[in-house]
C-alpha cells in the first residue's frame, strides 16, 4: 500500500535510466520543481537535450551509477534489466519508481497540478493512468495559473493573521474567511492588513 507524501529533493541525488518518453516526462517533472537529475541510457528521445539540469551519461547502465544516490526511476524498455536494477537498488537502500512495475516500486510518483506553492496529487496507485490525467486536466481547469498569485497572498496574510490573533478560534475563523475571497478581494485584504500591521 502507497502513502500519499511530498518529499524534499534539496538533498537528493537523482538517478533516471532509460532514455525514452517517459523517462522524459519524468525528468521534465523534476525540472519543474528545479531539480537536477543525471540520466543514463545508450540513446534519447530528442526532447532530453532541451531539458536544463540534467546530466546526460550516453551508455548502458553500470552498477558503479547507483553511487552516492538516493532516489532512482528506472525507465527502460527491459522489463528484465528494470527488474535487476530495482534489486541493487533495493540493497543499497535507494527509492527506487520502477516504471513498468508497481511491485519492484517502493514508491510511485503521482500525476500532478502545480500553481507556485499549491500542489494537488493525483493517484490511482498505478490502476489507471489515463483516470489520472483526466482528473488532471479538470484540475488544470479549476485551479488555473492565477491560485500561484492566489497562494502566495494567503500565506502572506496567514503570517499576518497569526501574528494579530492570539485566540486560536479567532485565527482559525479569520483563515476560513479568508479562502472564500476572491483572488481580488484577496489582494485588497492584504493592502489593508498590511497598512493596520505597521
Known amino acids: 500500500m502507497f502513502y500519499p507524501i511530498n518529499i524534499n529533493l534539496d538533498n537528493m541525488n537523482i538517478l533516471v535510466v532509460g532514455g525514452g518518453k517517459v523517462a522524459l516526462r519524468k525528468c521534465k ?10 540520466i543514463v541510457s545508450p540513446i534519447f528521445e530528442d526532447g532530453f537535450s532541451e531539458l536544463e539540469n540534467v546530466k546526460l551519461i550516453k551508455r548502458e547502465f553500470e552498477e558503479r551509477d547507483l553511487n552516492n544516490i538516493n532516489m532512482a526511476i528506472i525507465a527502460t524498455n527491459n522489463r528484465k534489466l528494470n527488474a535487476e536494477i530495482s534489486d541493487m537498488c533495493r540493497k543499497r ?19 500532478y497540478v502545480k500553481r507556485g506553492n ?3 496529487g ?8 489515463s483516470l489520472s490525467a483526466k ?4 484540475l488544470e481547469e479549476k485551479y488555473g495559473e492565477e491560485y500561484e498569485e492566489y497562494t502566495l497572498i ?3 496574510l496567514r503570517k499576518i493573521i497569526i501574528k494579530k490573533y492570539e485566540d486560536k478560534s479567532e485565527r482559525k475563523k479569520q483563515l476560513n474567511r479568508l479562502v472564500k475571497l476572491s483572488l481580488d478581494e484577496l489582494k485588497k485584504e492584504y493592502i489593508k492588513e498590511k497598512i493596520n500591521d505597521k
Open 29 to 38: 517533472n523534476f525540472s519543474d520543481f528545479g531539480k537536477s537529475v543525471t
Open 93 to 111: 537502500n535507494i527509492i527506487t519508481n520502477v516504471v513498468d512495475d508497481i511491485d519492484k516500486s517502493n514508491f510511485t510518483v503521482s500525476s
Open 118 to 120: 499549491l500542489l494537488i
Open 122 to 129: 493525483i493517484s490511482t496507485g498505478g490502476t489507471s493512468p
Open 135 to 138: 482528473i488532471k486536466r479538470e
Open 154 to 156: 494567503l500565506g502572506k
